[in-house]
Antibody, heavy 120, light 108 residues
Framework: EVQLLESGGGLVQPGGSLRLSCTASGLTLNTYVMSWVRQAPGKGLEWVSGMSSYGGRTYYADSVKGRFTISRDNSKNTLYLQMNSLRAEDTGVYYC?????????????WGRGTPVTVSS | DTQMTQSPASLSASVGDRVTITCQASHDIRNSLNWYQQKPGKAPKLLIYDAYNLERGVPSRFSGSGSGTDFSLTISSLQPEDSATYFCQQYGNPLPITFGQGTRLEIK
């Protein structure tokens, strides 16, 4: 079965760090564009970061630029999101989402999400 | 950055009704516009990609149209299982990707 499984979420204090993981099964991650999308409680969807296929060019929302880093380990078929200097407004469910190839950023496969709570 | 204005924020309609949700982009994004359906506690589901292409497995009562800055999602005959929140998403070049604010659709 083709699926994405996120992990690594949890409760962290403001200013702290977390690393989220997204492990793929049934597909090869570096073939596709990939993204992290988050959703604050009761709110809409916010794109956080993305990585292109193969070459691995990275992209970030202004709200996380300089604090978050997206990366990929092809040997583990896993996408990561390193989150530093976390703020209360980073609280939400973080989804890993698969796009297509080239510049086709439409997401046809999503994980179940991992919750992140930033609070003291 | 390209901003997306989605309307209405919510609507209530009856089974069998035709429903239309719109999204307006602040810049020309050609046809780089996608639509998603999200039910409570679940991940979003892709319905339409590149403005008018129906994702595999999505019922044909869903359709998309538009290009440039104005887009719409239409449900031709509303079904009870269509109760959900719908989001548009643009990916014009250059990024960032942005989503509309969402439309909560309730079945009367």
């Amino acid at each position: 079965e083709v699926q994405l499984l996120e992990s690594g979420g949890g409760l962290v204090q403001p200013g702290g760090s977390l690393r989220l993981s997204c492990t793929a099964s049934g597909l090869t991650l570096n073939t596709y564009v990939m993204s992290w999308v988050r959703q604050a409680p009761g709110k809409g969807l916010e794109w956080v970061s993305g990585m292109s296929s193969y070459g691995g060019r990275t992209y970030y929302a202004d709200s996380v630029k300089g604090r978050f880093t997206i990366s990929r380990d092809n040997s583990k078929n896993t996408l990561y999101l390193q989150m530093n200097s976390l703020r209360a407004e980073d609280t939400g469910v973080y989804y890993c989402a698969k796009g297509w190839v080239g510049f086709d950023w439409y997401f046809d496969l999503w994980g179940r999400g991992t919750p992140v709570t930033v609070s003291s | 950055d390209t901003q997306m204005t989605q309307s209405p924020a919510s609507l209530s309609a009856s089974v069998g009704d035709r429903v239309t949700i719109t999204c307006q982009a602040s810049h020309d994004i050609r046809n780089s516009l996608n639509w998603y359906q999200q039910k409570p506690g679940k991940a979003p589901k892709l319905l339409i990609y590149d403005a008018y292409n129906l994702e595999r497995g999505v019922p044909s009562r869903f359709s998309g149209s538009g290009s440039g800055t104005d887009f719409s999602l239409t449900i031709s005959s509303l079904q009870p299982e269509d109760s959900a929140t719908y989001f548009c998403q643009q990916y014009g070049n250059p990024l960032p990707i942005t989503f509309g604010q969402g439309t909560r659709l309730e079945i009367k």
